[in-house]
Antibody, heavy 116, light 110 residues
């Protein structure tokens, strides 16, 4: 069955960096677009970034453009999100998710807390 | 990227039907039949309940149904059950593989 397992969330100071990972299994990872979506505490869902199956097409939300970098390693069935210059407003649970006609499967999420 | 508009809360008694609206623009909801609905229980990841406006993934109860008119999509839950109490989010394709989410609706079973 499809499984997405995020890791790397932590408490980090403003201005700091963090790298999130998402390990995929149960499907042909290299054939799917993948997304990072976040949810601030008590708030709604916000699309952060996506990467095409080959990695050649990448988009970012305006709120993270220039600070976050999405990447993938199809040989390792893994998705990454490098987050730099972190701000308090980046505090959220970060989910990786798969696109198949729609965003269908989500991981359980990893919590990123930005605080001094 | 502005969010789609949903009511903050909707409630109903067991067995009743409720409807949640999701209002966007002609650039998202009104422009594509790519509206999805997600159910999220506290502390859990969102679960896909409907996609392409009216389609249900395997395993999702037929008590969940969807529709769309103009720039507004709707999710109807019939025969409301205690387990349906959760947050619900709509989502729509906007452009270039970008999806926008709704503001979220808390469903309470009275």
């Amino acid at each position: 069955q499809v499984q997405l397992v995020e890791s790397g969330g932590d408490l980090v100071k403003p201005g700091g960096s963090l790298r999130l990972s998402c390990a995929a299994s149960g499907f042909a990872f290299s054939e799917y677009y993948m997304y990072w979506i976040r949810q601030a505490p008590g708030k709604g869902l916000e699309w952060v970034s996506y990467i095409s199956s080959s990695g050649t097409t990448i988009y970012y939300a305006d709120s993270v453009k220039g600070r976050f970098t999405i990447s993938r390693d199809n040989a390792k069935n893994s998705l990454y999100l490098q987050m730099n210059s972190l701000r308090a407003e980046d505090t959220a649970v970060y989910y990786c998710a798969r696109l198949y006609s729609t965003i269908d499967y989500w991981g359980q999420g990893t919590l990123v807390t930005v605080s001094s | 990227q502005s969010a789609l508009t949903q009511p903050a809360s909707v409630s109903g008694s067991p067995g009743q039907s409720i409807t949640i609206s999701c209002t966007g623009t002609s650039s998202d909801v009104g422009g594509y039949n790519y509206v999805s609905w997600y159910q999220q229980h506290p502390g859990k990841a969102p679960k896909l309940m409907l996609y392409d406006v009216t389609s249900r993934p395997s395993g999702v109860s037929n008590r969940f149904s969807g529709s769309k008119s103009g720039n507004t999509a709707s999710l109807t839950i019939s025969g409301l059950q205690a387990e349906d109490e959760a947050d619900y989010y709509c989502s729509s394709y906007r452009s270039s593989s970008v999806y926008v989410f709704g503001t979220g609706t808390k469903v309470t079973v009275l």
